[in-house]
C-alpha cells in the first residue's frame, strides 16, 4: 500500500492556485481510477481508496499537512518510503518535476510541517516546478496566484506527467522511477 499526498490549500479561493499543484496532480489521480474522495474526520483529510494506493488532501492549511500525513501513516501501519508527497516548488523551472527519496523542505512551509511530524526527512517526494517570482517580497502572493495564461496552456501536460510519475512509484521501485522523470526537462 502506497500513500500519495498532495499538499494545497483547502477552500475556493485557493482551486487554480500554483500553491494547490499537489491537489490538482492527486484529484487527477483520482479521475483517472475513478475514484470519489470522501472526508475522514481523523486526518482531516480528503481521501480517496482503492487497493493498491490512498490519496490525500489534507484539509489543514498547507503548514499543518504533517498531522494529516502522521496520522494516515500510523493509522495504515505504513512505513514513510510509501509515503510520496507532491507539492509545488519555487525552486525549479516552470514546468519541470523532480522526484527524490527524501531531503530537506526546501523550505516548503507543507514539507517542514511533514518533516517535523514524522521527526524524518527520510521519505519520498515530487517536486513540481512553478518557477519563482522575479522579486522575494512577492512570494506569497505568487504561490497563492493562479497561473498565466501562458502557463495554464501547459499545466495539464504537467499535471500528466506527475500523475504518471506518482502511478510509476505505486509499481516500480523509488531508484527506477527516478531515473526516469528526473532526466526529463
Do not use: W
Not at 16 to 37: D, Q, T, Y
Not at 52 to 79: E, H, W, Y
Amino acid at each position: 500500500m502506497k500513500l500519495i499526498v498532495g499538499l494545497g490549500n483547502p477552500g475556493k479561493e485557493f482551486y487554480g492556485s500554483r500553491h494547490n499543484l499537489g491537489f490538482e496532480v492527486v484529484s487527477s489521480l483520482a479521475k483517472k481510477f475513478n475514484l470519489r474522495f470522501k472526508s475522514d474526520s481523523y486526518s482531516r483529510s480528503e481521501i480517496a481508496k482503492c487497493r493498491d494506493f490512498v490519496l490525500v488532501k489534507p484539509q489543514t492549511f498547507m503548514n499543518l499537512s504533517g498531522f494529516a500525513v502522521r496520522s494516515l501513516i500510523k493509522r495504515l501501519d505504513l512505513d514513510p518510503k510509501d509515503l510520496l508527497v507532491v507539492f509545488d516548488d519555487i525552486t525549479l523551472d516552470f514546468g519541470r518535476i523532480k522526484i527524490a527519496a527524501s531531503g530537506s523542505s526546501g523550505g516548503h512551509n507543507g514539507m517542514n510541517s511533514i518533516i517535523e511530524s514524522l521527526s524524518s526527512k527520510d521519505f519520498p517526494r515530487l517536486r513540481i516546478g512553478i518557477d519563482s517570482p522575479k522579486r522575494k517580497s512577492y512570494l506569497t502572493d505568487f504561490v497563492l496566484d493562479r497561473f498565466t495564461k501562458e502557463e495554464a496552456m501547459d499545466i495539464a501536460a504537467i499535471i500528466g506527467l506527475a500523475v504518471d510519475c506518482c502511478c510509476d512509484f505505486v509499481d516500480f521501485r523509488i531508484d527506477y522511477v527516478m531515473n526516469k522523470y528526473n532526466k526529463r526537462k
